[in-house]
């Protein structure tokens, strides 16, 4: 304690001591009146006082509250749970004393949840904040005082502070430590990370730690989840969203391979991956599926990085399928999606987590678990901490020009979703032919690319390519596809050439890019016959079974895979390819696709 | 409120239909909300297709898609809703939006003049990117905040005026003029069947009550 007080006036003091003597007695005798009372009505009873108070009835063990009461019993499951929960807490605390632990030990236990209790201490140590924080210390306070004096960001925090988890006790209140605490996280890290800045998303990330940690730990946690190549967050929250493309592309990919019935449904009812995926990707699940499924899943994504995002998507589409599969409007399936499953998942926790962990083993057997590599510009590229002054559009906070990465973002969405559109139609037209040999094969998927381009029915969302919509008596549909350009597209004719052409010459040309190796989304049933071909089930069969037959084909895929170069390809397409191997390579894809689909099915029973 | 008078829009077979008085036309339109963060455009929307109204409506990241379904006299007109993000970092998907909307209401705040300067800016890229015959709506939201409001009514009105926009004060709060915006573009919107917005099937979806003018 401090020196003793200097000495004051004596009478002073006596003054003050008597007050305080005086208030004791005044209080007690209140509380002896009030016990006197008892239930008398007149009595004072604060609200909070009370079991019925309502707070104690719809708030869960995360400080949740819900619209109505929770059950007020536990049932046998949940007391079973609790106990198991106290058995992991010992087992957690000797494991986090003796870190690192055995690696199969560690991934064990994460799978089957991190205790509720040991969250702190053990996101702290997946995330090492401890290193950083010992490695960087005051450094969290001076970009604090930076903030103050040069965030550019702060509107925008405060307005997303002002509304993240408000239904959560600790931000339920306005200024609430809480909600200080993220308001000053977030504007530290804008300065920190100034070439990230903040990006909305990172409120509901940063939220999610800050329930677990006090802020500086949740400041260097952060920093970790989006600067530490495991987990390369930046990439998903800079400008021009890098990651999210790549990892929706890839995301397409697997849906492609292995749902294809839905990544079919999907398409036909304009469901872009980017419409329900971004929410998933940029906050880790949470506010869209239970929030303590999304912890779970927060645990295993601390410990294995990023794919497990992508295996939680499929995960959840896969779980839902047939749910999914029975709407048949695109508002059904994106309320099923972004509202329904936040309320009510329809698995409990361990099963869903146990279903996620055999997605994550059957891409692994796919070779589908890892999306293809990031690029440089999914990470800071400027020192961390270094400070970098704004510009002035930054600092008013002034609407700027479309940078040159968010024009290629937005091309390469726009034209994403119209090969998405030509691909459905294709596989459509395909499926319904019943001679599908080879020049056939071509002849339709050529007309139903045309065709596309002419009929009313699909084209008025899909083939739009920039919002000229030409509203005009006629021939609205061609006018639209020949005036295809924005205007920075026009310097981009070699990267996206084909949007030039009118359709027919527009389309036979995207057949070629579809021949691409760096686009194998767009690529049509063949080619992705071509790829599955790579698989070891199919080897197999192709070994096994049909040796002789085929040969030819399997000997003309290896040559193409062998073979980079996209013309030869497309030539080896048309011409090396016999009907028959081609009509045999399809159906043994579709076999093997839904094999895998089956195999899918066959775990998801048993769950 | 007044029939369907219609903008005729670069003559194009904008005169209605005569047959089919008996059956109900179907439209179907795609609306795109724009405007800054927080000024309640996932609220306008949640106020009209579910009659709520959420203190904290989370942000929204990337877009979410509504639909609600309206009568005017013998239409139905159902309502693609696309909610945008509101951060000037997303400002580079609205266009995937936006593109082939008929429709677009742009959203500001009226306690806040920039959110009132950024809608401006929203409507400047639209009338230069979106399609030639889009309508807009202005709607100055908060409109129950009109104590401390920024910016001016006529202010706001002129700016309509001169930029043939629909312009709206609204309250997603207390649910003013939400229903009636929604409704005023629906009007203004040609509902012949082979121009714009793709038809739908009638007695396909059966209309909500939200809305008051409602097919009895």
Redesign the interface.
């Known amino acids: 304690m401090t020196a003793a007080p200097p000495a004051h006036d004596n009478g002073e003091q006596q003054q003050q001591q008597h007050a305080l003597v005086k208030r004791a007695e005044d209080e007690r005798e209140d509380i002896f009146k009030r016990y006197e009372l008892g239930l008398d009505p007149n009595n004072v009873v604060d609200s909070w006082e009370n079991p019925t108070f309502e707070i104690y009835h719809i708030t869960d063990k995360y400080g949740f509250m819900h619209d109505s009461r929770l059950p007020s019993s536990r049932d046998s499951q949940e007391v079973q749970r609790t106990r198991i929960e106290l058995e992991r807490d010992k087992k957690w605390v000797k494991m986090l004393n003796h870190w690192p632990p055995p690696q199969e030990k560690l991934h064990k236990r994460v799978y089957k949840g991190i205790p509720d209790r040991m969250r702190w201490p053990a996101w702290k140590q997946l995330l090492n904040v401890q290193h950083s924080m010992d490695t960087n210390a005051g450094v969290y306070m001076r970009m604090l005082q930076m903030a103050k004096q040069n965030a550019t960001e702060t509107r925008?925090i405060d307005?997303?502070v002002?509304?993240?988890f408000?239904?959560n006790l600790a931000y339920r209140e306005r200024y609430s430590v809480k909600q200080c605490s993220l308001f000053n996280v977030l504007n530290a890290y804008s300065i920190y990370n100034s070439e990230l800045g903040y990006?909305?998303?990172m409120?509901?990330v940063a939220g999610v730690l800050l329930l677990y940690m006090q802020e500086e730990e949740a400041f260097w946690a952060l920093n970790t989840l989006i600067t530490d190549r495991k987990y390369g967050m930046h990439g998903l929250?800079i400008?021009?969203?890098p990651k999210l493309t790549r990892f929706i592309e890839h995301h397409d990919r697997i849906l492609s391979k292995i749902m294809r019935k839905l990544h079919k449904h999907f398409m036909k009812h304009n469901v872009d991956a980017?419409?329900y995926a971004?929410?998933w990707f940029?906050?880790v699940f949470v506010?869209r599926v239970p929030f303590s499924l999304s912890l779970r899943v927060w645990d295993i994504f601390l410990l294995d990085g990023d794919r497990v995002i992508l295996a939680m998507a499929v995960t959840i589409l896969y779980l839902h399928k047939d749910e999914l599969l029975r709407l048949k409007?695109?508002?059904g399936i994106?309320?099923y999606l972004?509202v329904k499953l936040h309320k009510n998942f329809g698995y409990n926790d361990d099963d869903a987590i146990q279903a996620l962990e055999r997605v994550m083993k059957k891409l692994k057997d796919l070779k589908l678990d890892v999306p293809p590599p990031a690029k440089s510009n999914e990470f800071p590229t400027r020192p961390l901490g270094m400070f970098v002054e704004a510009d002035r559009e930054k600092k008013t906070?002034r609407?700027r020009d479309?940078t040159d990465?968010?024009?290629q973002?937005?091309t390469d969405?726009?034209s994403r979703?119209e090969q998405n559109a030509i691909e459905v139609q294709s596989t459509v037209s395909y499926e319904t032919s019943e001679c599908a040999t080879g020049d056939a094969y071509s002849m339709k998927t050529y007309q139903s690319m045309t065709s596309l381009a002419t009929s009313?029915?699909i084209s008025?969302?899909s083939l739009?390519?920039?919002?000229?919509?030409i509203?005009?008596?006629e021939d609205s549909r061609s006018q639209s596809v020949n005036n295809l350009n924005?205007p920075w597209q026009q310097q981009q004719q070699h990267h996206h050439h084909y949007m030039q052409h009118t359709s027919a010459d527009r389309l036979s040309n995207q057949r070629h890019s579809y021949c691409s190796e760096s686009d194998s989304r767009n690529r049509l049933d063949l080619d992705r016959a071509l790829e599955a071909l790579q698989g070891q089930q199919l080897q197999m069969q192709l070994e096994n079974q049909h040796h002789q037959q085929t040969q030819p084909a399997a000997h003309n895929v290896r040559t193409l895979m062998q073979n980079g170069a996209d013309n030869q390809k497309e030539k080896l397409l048309n011409n090396a390819v016999n009907h028959n191997d081609k009509n045999y390579v399809h159906n043994v894809v579709d076999d093997v696709v839904d094999d895998n689909d089956d195999a899918l099915s066959v775990e998801n029973t048993r769950l | 409120m007044a029939t369907t008078p219609r903008s005729g829009g670069s003559g194009s077979g904008a005169a209605q239909r005569p047959n089919g008085t008996s059956q109900n036309k179907s439209c179907q339109f795609k609306l795109v909300l724009l405007g800054e963060s927080a000024v309640g455009k996932s609220s306008l929307v949640l106020r009209f297709v579910k009659g709520q109204f959420h203190e904290y409506q989370e942000s929204t990241i990337g877009a979410a898609f509504l639909t609600q379904t309206i009568c005017i006299e013998d239409t139905v007109v159902k309502f693609e809703i696309w909610d945008t993000a509101g951060q000037e970092r997303y400002h580079s998907l609205a266009p995937m939006y936006y593109r082939g909307a008929q429709a677009a209401i742009v959203v500001y705040d009226i306690q806040n003049q920039d959110s009132f300067q950024r809608a401006k800016t929203w409507v400047k890229e639209l009338h230069k990117q979106a399609s030639p015959n889009i309508v807009i709506a202005l709607a100055g939201n908060k409109a129950d905040l009109s104590n401390i409001r920024v910016v001016e009514f006529d202010e706001a009105k002129q700016y309509a005026e001169e930029n043939g926009l629909l312009f709206m004060e609204t309250s997603a709060k207390t649910g003013m003029n939400v229903n009636d915006i929604f409704l005023a573009i629906a009007k203004k919107l040609p509902k012949n069947d082979n121009n714009q917005g793709s038809v739908i099937k009638p007695n396909g979806n059966e209309p909500t009550q939200t809305t008051n003018n409602c097919c009895k």
């Open positions: 925008q307005a997303d002002n509304r993240q408000r239904d990006c909305q998303g409120a509901c929250f400008e021009g969203f980017l419409l971004i929410k940029f906050v506010e409007d695109m508002d994106i309320e972004q906070g609407r479309y990465t968010e024009k973002v937005l969405v726009i979703q009313p029915a008025s969302y739009y390519s920039n919002g000229f919509v509203t005009g008596p924005y």
